[in-house]
């Protein structure tokens, strides 16, 4: 059974910086891309950041020269460094695991996966 767990959200300062993290779990074969998206109250959900295999990235214009993504193939981990931040951050990120390739005995799966999602909040 495939997991993505998220972690290091929390609350903080306009100006501040916070460090996501998220770790996929379970008999994983590969992962191609791995995402951190965000939802705030009253928005879709929308995408921050994006890493591929190769290490290649594409980051939203609101955040770019503030947020880094950046994973680690060994863990299964992909990470989100925020600096920076402005209120308008403030959302529940997601992270997103893009055909991930797990296997049971002599079977594959592909799918994707999403976390449960952390809060984050920026006060002015």
């Known amino acids: 059974q495939v997991q993505l767990v998220e972690s290091g959200g929390g609350l903080v300062q306009a100006g501040g910086s916070l460090r996501l993290s998220c770790a996929a779990s379970g008999r994983i074969f590969s992962i191609d891309a791995m995402a951190w998206y965000r939802q705030a109250p009253g928005n879709q959900r929308e995408l921050v950041a994006a890493v591929s295999r190769g290490g290649s990235t594409n980051t939203a214009d609101s955040v770019k020269g503030r947020f880094t993504i950046s994973r680690d193939n060994a863990k299964n981990t992909v990470y989100l460094q925020m600096n920076s931040l402005k209120p308008e951050d403030t959302a529940v990120y997601y992270c997103?695991?893009?055909?991930?390739?797990?296997?049971?005995?002599?079977?594959?799966?592909?799918?994707?996966?999403w976390g449960q999602g952390t809060q984050v909040t920026v006060s002015s």
């Open positions: 997103n695991a893009e055909r991930l390739t797990s296997y049971k005995g002599s079977s594959f799966y592909t799918g994707d996966y």
